[in-house]
C-alpha cells in the first residue's frame, strides 16, 4: 500500500532556521533583499524555485549559508521565509509537519542517495536542486560570455510536416445519406415485419394470433423457400425481378396456372372500394404500437408513425387499418416531398402518448450513446430537425450535424461551427468564406499551417471592408491579424482623409496606434497638421474631438501638451461662427480641464447667451424646447431613412453603390457600439422600407422597393467579427413589394402589386401567411408604379395610405369576401387632398388619431375617420417628416423648421416652433421621455428635450 505524504501547517517552530526562502522573480530585486542582510554576499548560496512543473518562471530563491548568524539574517523581512532542513538535505518551512507522521530517518531514506538537495515548498511541491544548479550572487551580476561558433554555414534540410492536421473525405454524405445510415439498424433482428402482435388483453383473439404465429410463419417460410428446376427448365430462367434466384412454389406452378386467379384478383380489386377504413381497427393498432413500443422498442419503430414533418400530401393513397412495417433506410427529402398519403385520425390524447414515447426513446438511444439513432427519431418520426442537429452535435458527429445545419435548417453559421468543432476545418473555412467572416476562415488557415492562404484573404479583406467605409475595421485586420501596423495607419489616415462615416473614430485609432507603438514624432506631426489646416466647422469639430482625447490619454507628457495647445487654437477659430456645433466644441474645450469649474460656468454662460439671442426669433413660449447635443454622422446627403427603439437607433442610406444600415446605441454624449451591414450592388433610386419588429427576436426588416430580397446578415462591429441580431428582407418579400409594418403582436403586413392589382397580405411571426386579399382603389394601373403606399398597424382598425385613399381592411368582417371568388379586403375610407406620403397613429387617454403627411404640410383625422373633418397641420412644410412621442405630442420636422404639435378634443393645438439649417431626412424619439431627434441631411443628429 501506498500514502501520498503531505506538509500542513502549525502553529509552533517545529525545527531550527536553516535558510530562507526570498519571494520574487526578479534577480534584481534578490541582489536588493540580500543587501539589507548582515551576511557576506560571497557566503550565500542560492536554489532558484520554479512557479510549477509547466512554468519554469522563478516563484522564488531559497538562500543558504554557513555562517552562524542565519537565523538572524532576515529577521522581520516580510519577503523572506524562514525554513528548516531535515538530515542536512531536505528542506522546509520551520512549522510544517509531516502527514502522516514520519520520523526524519524514514523521511531521508525515501529521497534518492546522491548529492541533490529538496525543497519541499507549500505551494510548489517537493522540488530537486541538483549541485550544478546552486548560484551564487557573483553568477546574477556576471555578464554572458559569447561564443565565436560560426553558424551561418548551416544547410536547410528538406521540412516533412509530422503531424496531422486534418482528415478530409473523398465523398461528403448528404442528409439523406445520414438518416439513411442511422434508422438501417432499427429492428434488424425483428425475423417478420408483417403484422403487429396484439396488446396484452385483447381476450380470445389476441390468445389465437400468438398461438398460430409458428404456424403462419412456417407457412410463410414454405411458399417462399425455392425449389430445385426441372430438367428441361432453360438454364439461367429469370424471375420477376430479373435475379437468377431460382423458383419458389409459386412460379413453379406456371404462368397458365396463375393467370386466371390473377385476373380474379384484379378484377377484385375494382369491385372493391379503395377507403374501407375502420377507425375501430385503426385504434387497436395504435394501441398494439404503443405497447410494441415499451416491449421490444427496436421492433416498435419499425411500424412508428410519424408525428411531424410530414409535406402537403398530393392525393389520397390506398387506406388500410393496419400498420404495416417501415422502410428505415429513406432520407430527409422525403420528409419535404409530396405523394399520396393515409391519414389516420388520431386522437389528441394518444399523439401525445407516441409524441412522448418518442422522444423517450430518442432520450433512450443518448444515453445509450447512440447518437445517429436518435437523431433519426427527432427527423423521421418527430419532425424536430433542429433536435436532430442538435443530438449529432451532442454525439460529436459534427459533419453530420453541419450537413443538417447546412442542407435543411439552412444555417450555414452554425455548420461552420460544428466543423470547426469536429476538425474539418478546411470545409469550415470554405464555409466561412461564403457567409463573409473572413477573419474566422484565416484563423483556420492558420492553423492548418497555411499562413500564405490566410494572409492573402486577411488582405482581401481588408482593402473590401476599406472600399465599404469600415477603415476601423480593416485597420484591425492589418493590425491585429497580418501585424502590419504601416499598412493599418495608412488604411486610418485615408478614412479621416475621405471623411468617412467613421472619421473621427480613425482619427483616435490612428493616435492610439502611434502611442502604442512609441511613434511620437508622428503624433506631433500629425497634431501640428490638424492645427494649421482649413477645415469646415463640423471637420474641425471631429478633429478637436480627438485631439482632446490625446490630450488626456496620450502616453507622452510632451504630446499631450501639444494636442491640448491645438484643441484649444481649434476651438477658438471655429466657435464664433458656429451654429449646431457650438455645443459641441465648448464640450470639447470642457473636456481639456474637467476639475476647472470656473470654464465650465463660462462655457454655459456663453452657451445661454447665444441660445438667448436664437430662440426669441424662433421658438414660440408655448413650450421649451432645448438643444441637447449635436452628433455628426458624416456622409451628407447618404442617409435615407432612420427609426428608433429604446436604446437603439437604426438608420439606412446608401455608401459607395451599396446600401448600409447602421445600428447604434444612445449615449449620454453621442453614440457608441457602431455595427453596420452592407449589402453590395443596390443603387441609391431604391426607396427603402425599414421596420423593426416591437417585442421579438426576429431580425429588423429592410428591403429596397424594387430591388430583389436583401439576404439577411449579422451586424459587424467595428472590432469584433459579428452580433447576434441580424437583418434583411423578410422571408415573404419579392421585388414588387411596395410596402410592409409589423404590429405589437408580431403580426406583419405586406402590400405588394401582383399583375396590375394590389395585394395585402398577413403574416405570422414564422413567416406562415395568415391572410391575403386584393386591394380595390381607385387608380389606374398606371398610377399603380408611381403612388405612394404606407401602412399604419397600430391603429384599431389598420389604416393603409394609397395615393390620396386612406383604406381599411375588411379581415374579420361580416362582409369579408373570403366567399368570394376574387375577394375584396379593404374599402376605402376618406379621400384626401393630397398624395399621402406617411402615416402615424397614436392612442391616449387624450386622443386617438392619424396622422397623415403629404409632401408639403398634413392632416390630423381623429377617430372614427369616417365621421370626422381632417384638421390641417405642418402648413408650409416641405418634405414632412413625423414621429408621435409617449407622451402623445407629435413632432414634424421639414426642409427648414419643425413644429411641434398637441391634439386634444378632435383640434390641433402647435405648441413649438424652431428653425433648422438643413433638411431632414428623419425625426425618431431617443432613449429618455421628451426627447426627440431629427437626422438631418448633412449627416447630424440634433437632439431636443421638450418641457411643455
Partial sequence: MQIALKIARTNNTRRPIAAWFVTGSDPAAWISQLARWNLPLTSLILRPIPTSFDNRQPLGV??????????????ERAQALPFGCIGGRLYLPVEASVVPIVTDAELIGLLPTDDSDFIWHPAVGLVRCESSEQLTVLDLVRPRTSTSSDWDRAVPGIAIRNRLLSIEPTDVPTADDIMRMAGEDIGTQQNSIGELPPAPGEGLAGQLYQWTTPLRQAWKSFWKRPLAKPADATAGSQNSTGNSRGSTWLSWLGLAAAAPFAALGGLAAKMIPKSLVDQTKRLREIDRLLHLLNDDPDAGLKFALPMGGQAAARGAGQSGNQLVGRDTSFGLGKLFASGPVDPWDIPPGQQLLLIQRYRELATREIRMGRHRRAAYIFAELLGDLQGAANTLELGQHYREAAVLYRERLKRPLDAARCLERGGLLDEAAELYIEQGMMENAADLYYRLERPDEAERLLRNWAVQLTHSGHHIRASAVFHEKLKDVDEALITLDRGWAYQAPDAESCLKQTFQLLGQFARHDNARERIQDLRE???????????????????????????????????????????????????????????????????????????????????????????KITHVQTIDLGSSGAWRVAKSRGEVLYRAGFFAGGLLLRRVTWQTNGFSNYQDIVWANVSNDHRILLEIPKGTTAPILIHAVGHEPLSVKPFLSQLTTASAEQAGSPVWATSSTTAFACSDQGISWRVRTTFGILELAAFS?????????????????????????????????????????LCQPLFGTPTSARQQERPDIA??????????????????????????????????????????????LADGIESPKGVFLADGTFVVAGRKECRIYRFDDKSVHEIGQIALVSPTVAVTTTNHLGHFAILSDDGCVNVYSLNL
Fill in 827 to 872: 374599402e376605402q375610407v376618406l379621400q384626401l387632398a393630397a398624395e399621402i406620403e406617411s402615416l402615424h397613429n397614436h392612442r391616449d387617454s387624450h386622443t386617438d388619431c392619424v396622422v397623415a403627411l403629404f409632401d408639403a404640410g398634413g392632416v390630423m383625422i381623429p377617430e372614427p375617420i369616417r365621421r370626422s373633418k381632417p384638421q390641417p
Fill in 62 to 75: 531559497l538562500v543558504t549559508t554557513n555562517h552562524a548568524d542565519i537565523a538572524k539574517a532576515a529577521d
Fill in 765 to 805: 411571426q414564422t413567416g406562415d401567411e395568415i391572410n391575403n386579399g386584393m386591394l380595390r382603389v381607385g387608380i389606374t394601373e398606371q398610377q399603380l408604379h408611381e403612388l405612394p403606399i404606407s401602412i399604419c398597424v397600430d391603429t384599431r382598425p389598420m389604416r393603409i395610405g394609397v395615393g390620396r385613399f
Fill in 533 to 623: 489646416a482649413t477645415l469646415a466647422t463640423r471637420v474641425a469639430t471631429s478633429a478637436a474631438r480627438a485631439i482632446a482625447n490625446v490630450a488626456t490619454s496620450y502616453v507622452d507628457r510632451t504630446v499631450q501638451r501639444d494636442a491640448e495647445e491645438a484643441t484649444q487654437v481649434i476651438v477658438a477659430r471655429h466657435l464664433r461662427d458656429a451654429t449646431e456645433e457650438r455645443t459641441a466644441l465648448l464640450n470639447v474645450l470642457r473636456s481639456l480641464a474637467p476639475q476647472d469649474r470656473l470654464l465650465g460656468r463660462d462655457c454655459d454662460r456663453f452657451v445661454r447667451q447665444k441660445e438667448a439671442v436664437a430662440s426669441q426669433k424662433r421658438v414660440r413660449r408655448v413650450a
